[in-house]
């Protein structure tokens, strides 16, 4: 019964209301209300938006990539090389 109850209030609730955010000239998300903040609901123009997605560095390419991948293999196969734990034992309790 309880569990209905519960079930009830859930699908009966109000959803949460979020603050709204703003954006600079730039186009960079802020705080609503601080310097340099544009009204709610302005945006950027196509050709600010364009320049600034040309204004930002390349993502990583192949290299960072693989050698990323040859690390993260690298620190599995170290773990791997570990010799097995033998676990505790009873004689040791005592120390």
Do not use: H, K, N, Y
């Not at 609730?13 to 802020?30: E, H, K, S, V």
């Not at 997605?53 to 170290?78: N, Y």
Request: charged fraction near 20%; glycine fraction near 10%; hydrophobic fraction near 45%.
């Amino acid at each position: 019964m309880r569990a209905w109850l519960v079930i009830l209030a859930l699908f009966f609730a109000a959803p949460a209301l979020a603050a709204p955010t703003c954006q600079d000239r730039g186009g960079d998300t802020i705080r609503c209300g601080t310097q340099g903040a544009m009204p709610v609901g302005w945006t950027p123009s196509a050709q600010q938006l364009w320049d600034r997605q040309l204004s930002r560095p390349p993502g990583a390419g192949r290299r960072e990539l693989l050698s990323a991948f040859c690390v993260v293999g690298l620190i599995l196969a170290l773990i791997a090389l570990l010799p097995e734990a033998d676990g505790w034992r009873e004689e040791q309790d005592d120390e």
